[in-house]
């Protein structure tokens, strides 16, 4: 059975809150207990619940973690690719992308171009025509100055494409990842190892990787077409060949690599460990000074370290046993096409500069059929990738998704009311009990832990204006998770939590003492949850660590209500004479008093 009891507290919520009235005393069920003591100026809101612990992080199992077969990583390379070229800077994006496709034809023409000028280079080489060898040397030259310009406009278009990707993606990924809280559900849940390296790693890596590959494969089709008429023209068995030695190396790579991919996602994660623990001896510099700890990280250091190397060494032997194979494929082809048409040479069917023509034909299109053997290590590299990226895109998608009634019934629900007051005060200054405006409603709070453990249960209480509200218990009771679940970083369990809050404009109290009419309305508008609507209301919180951000000084005075608004204004009241002046009501506007 459960009394609600109704206590009054200050517009701004802390993590120490101080009750000032008793009204009624409640106790619930699970072995927990709300007690409300009464003291001459004060009471106090004792909590005792059961002990709660942190939740372990998830077994590792990345060890034993299998590849993501060919149709899950192309659903996650589709779902991940294909926002850009439907956002708002799709027309830029996919004029410069036609603008790559173009130049990339052109270099396939030119490649072409080469094949024909080298059959009739050697020609004349072979027949010690002086006058040809000279003529089809410059026209060599011509082609050179005219065409290396065109590779390179066509690498700098395509890097230039990666880097507009990459910068929207960025974008993208960092709102997705700081919305609805969603980089502390994972930091706290444990959901995904190294977000910040997918972020600034993965991205870099699939854009430029997954453009390289896009025009890889567009120009091999390309070419496909282009020689293979050629080399079809010049000895129909050769192309046959050349089919059989391309189907055969891949089979035989792909059977040999099997293992890369899940050892490059490894090998990802290893290493964003390692970084990681640097990272934190940077940033926890002092306190392992004080304890001596150095000698403790340099183990748990080199432990991370091993781990890495030992992944490293076994992706080393994979790769190595994979080159043992494609270096002897890549060289064979050398004179596998000559050995093919020299019986056709020494017959005199065909002249010498055919047989230079026909192995550079052979050489284009047996790259183009074995994409799959010069590329796998990196294919393998590029899938690990986009498996972390697609992981990652998942746990965003989870997070920021539209909950459905199911969902919401099943945690904790925060919300925030929109209030109108005016306020009226008695002839003494001070205002009447039934004008306090109600800033906090708790019903039937349940909060769990994400196994389903109980902290508190059923808890109902009622917060007013003016009052203040101290939570006590011995550690490991609850307390901070209470908060976190007013402050809506934790949703397991169930009930409701309303905060309400004031328009902008009536955040400040009246400071005349003549009015005596008085007035409280609640329009009962649900005005969300977010983030920025709980600052710019005059909601705040303080952690129990401190924080200092990135930034100036007056970033660090206004955070979290800091804006790019905020230095010009500083710069505005510079020009005019005048100077800022902050308080807990008017900081976030940046109120600008004159001197």
């Given at each position: 059975m459960v009394t609600q009891a109704k206590l009054v507290v200050e517009p701004h919520f802390s993590c120490g809150i101080t009750v000032s009235t008793l009204e009624s005393s409640l106790k619930f069920g699970h072995r927990s207990s709300l007690k409300f003591h009464?003291?001459?100026?004060?009471?106090?809101?004792?909590?005792?619940?059961?002990?709660?612990?942190?939740?372990?992080?998830?077994?590792?199992?990345?060890?034993?973690?299998?590849?993501?077969?060919?149709?899950?990583?192309?659903?996650?390379?589709?779902?991940?690719?294909?926002?850009?070229?439907?956002?708002?800077?799709?027309?830029?994006?996919?004029?410069?992308?036609?603008?790559?496709?173009?130049?990339?034809?052109?270099?396939?023409?030119?490649?072409?171009?080469?094949?024909?000028?080298?059959?009739?280079?050697?020609?004349?080489?072979?027949?010690?025509?002086?006058?040809?060898?000279?003529?089809?040397?410059?026209?060599?030259?011509?082609?050179?100055?005219?065409?290396?310009?065109?590779?390179?406009?066509?690498?700098?278009?395509?890097?230039?494409?990666?880097?507009?990707?990459?910068?929207?993606?960025?974008?993208y990924y960092?709102?997705?990842?700081?919305?609805?809280?969603?980089?502390?559900?994972?930091?706290?849940?444990?959901?995904?190892?190294?977000?910040?390296?997918?972020?600034?790693?993965?991205?870099?890596?699939?854009?430029?990787?997954?453009?390289?590959?896009?025009?890889?494969?567009?120009?091999?089709?390309?070419?496909?077409?282009?020689?293979?008429?050629?080399?079809?023209?010049?000895?129909?068995?050769?192309?046959?060949v050349l089919l059989a030695y391309s189907l055969g190396g891949t089979a035989i790579s792909v059977f040999l690599g099997r293992g890369l991919v899940g050892l490059n996602f490894l090998q990802e994660k290893k290493?964003?460990?390692?970084?990681?623990?640097?990272?934190?001896?940077?940033?926890?510099?002092?306190?392992?000074?004080?304890?001596?700890?150095?000698?403790?990280?340099?183990?748990?250091?080199?432990?991370?370290?091993?781990?890495?190397?030992?992944?490293?060494?076994?992706?080393?032997?994979?790769?190595?046993?994979?080159?043992?194979?494609?270096?002897?494929?890549?060289?064979?082809?050398?004179?596998?096409?000559?050995?093919?048409?020299?019986?056709?040479?020494?017959?005199?069917?065909?002249?010498?500069?055919?047989?230079?023509?026909?192995?550079?034909?052979f050489n284009h299109i047996l790259g183009d059929f074995s994409l799959i053997v010069y590329q796998f290590q990196a294919i393998s590299a590029f899938s690990a990738v986009i498996d972390r990226l697609g992981e990652f895109d998942d746990i965003l998608d989870s997070s920021n998704r539209k909950k459905g009634d199911h969902d919401l019934n099943e945690e904790i629900q925060l919300s925030f009311c929109l209030i109108s007051c005016s306020y009226g005060l008695q002839s003494n200054g001070s205002m009447p009990l039934s004008s306090r405006v109600k800033l906090l409603d708790v019903e039937q709070l349940t909060v769990q832990t994400p196994s389903k453990a109980t902290l508190i249960k059923d808890l109902s209480f009622e917060i007013?204006?003016?009052?203040?509200?101290?939570?006590?218990?011995?550690?490991?009771?609850?307390?901070?998770?209470?908060?976190?679940?007013?402050?809506?970083?934790?949703?397991?369990?169930?009930?409701?939590?309303?905060?309400?809050?004031?328009?902008?404009?009536e955040l400040d109290m009246p400071h005349s003492p003549d009015v005596i009419s008085s007035q409280v309305t609640s329009t009962n508008e649900i005005i969300g949850d977010s983030t920025e609507r709980r600052n710019s209301e005059g909601v705040i919180f303080l952690p129990q660590k401190p924080y200092m951000v990135l930034g100036t000084l007056r970033q660090?005075?206004?955070?979290?209500?800091?804006?790019?608004?905020?230095?010009?204004?500083?710069?505005?009241?510079?020009q005019s004479d005048c100077v800022l002046k902050f308080s807990p009501t008017n900081a976030h506007r940046g109120c600008k008093v004159c001197k």
């Open positions: 009464s003291f001459t100026t004060r009471r106090r809101l004792s909590l005792a619940a059961e002990a709660a612990t942190t939740p372990p992080a998830p077994t590792n199992q990345d060890e034993q973690r299998k590849p993501p077969d060919l149709q899950t990583l192309t659903g996650r390379f589709w779902k991940i690719a294909v926002p850009y070229w439907s956002s708002d800077d799709k027309v830029q994006a996919r004029l410069q992308l036609a603008a790559v496709f173009a130049l990339t034809l052109g270099t396939t023409g030119i490649s072409v171009g080469f094949n024909f000028l080298g059959r009739d280079f050697y020609n004349a080489l072979a027949n010690k025509d002086q006058e040809q060898f000279t003529k089809q040397l410059l026209y060599y030259l011509a082609a050179f100055a005219g065409g290396i310009p065109i590779f390179v406009l066509r690498d700098y278009a395509r890097e230039k494409l990666a880097l507009r990707w990459r910068s929207w993606m960025t974008s960092m709102e997705r990842y700081l919305k609805n809280k969603t980089f502390y559900k994972i930091q706290s849940q444990s959901t995904i190892d190294n977000p910040d390296q997918r972020i600034v790693d993965d991205l870099s890596s699939f854009t430029g990787t997954a453009l390289s590959f896009s025009l890889t494969l567009f120009n091999a089709a390309i070419d496909l077409i282009s020689f293979s008429n050629i080399l079809y023209g010049i000895y129909p068995p050769l192309f046959i290493e964003a460990d390692f970084r990681y623990g640097l990272v934190r001896v940077r940033e926890n510099a002092e306190s392992i000074a004080f304890y001596g700890g150095e000698e403790n990280e340099m183990q748990l250091l080199l432990s991370r370290f091993k781990s890495a190397f030992e992944n490293l060494n076994q992706l080393l032997i994979s790769s190595r046993n994979l080159e043992f194979f494609t270096n002897g494929y890549r060289y064979l082809i050398q004179i596998l096409p000559a050995a093919v048409v020299a019986p056709m040479y020494f017959s005199g069917k065909i002249e010498f500069g055919v047989v230079n023509q026909s192995a550079s034909a007013y204006e003016k009052d203040h509200l101290l939570v006590t218990g011995p550690s490991g009771s609850g307390k901070t998770s209470l908060l976190r679940a007013v402050a809506g970083l934790w949703n397991f369990g169930s009930g409701a939590i309303t905060i309400y809050v004031r328009p902008r404009g660090q005075l206004l955070y979290p209500t800091w804006t790019e608004d905020s230095d010009n204004v500083v710069d505005d009241a510079k």
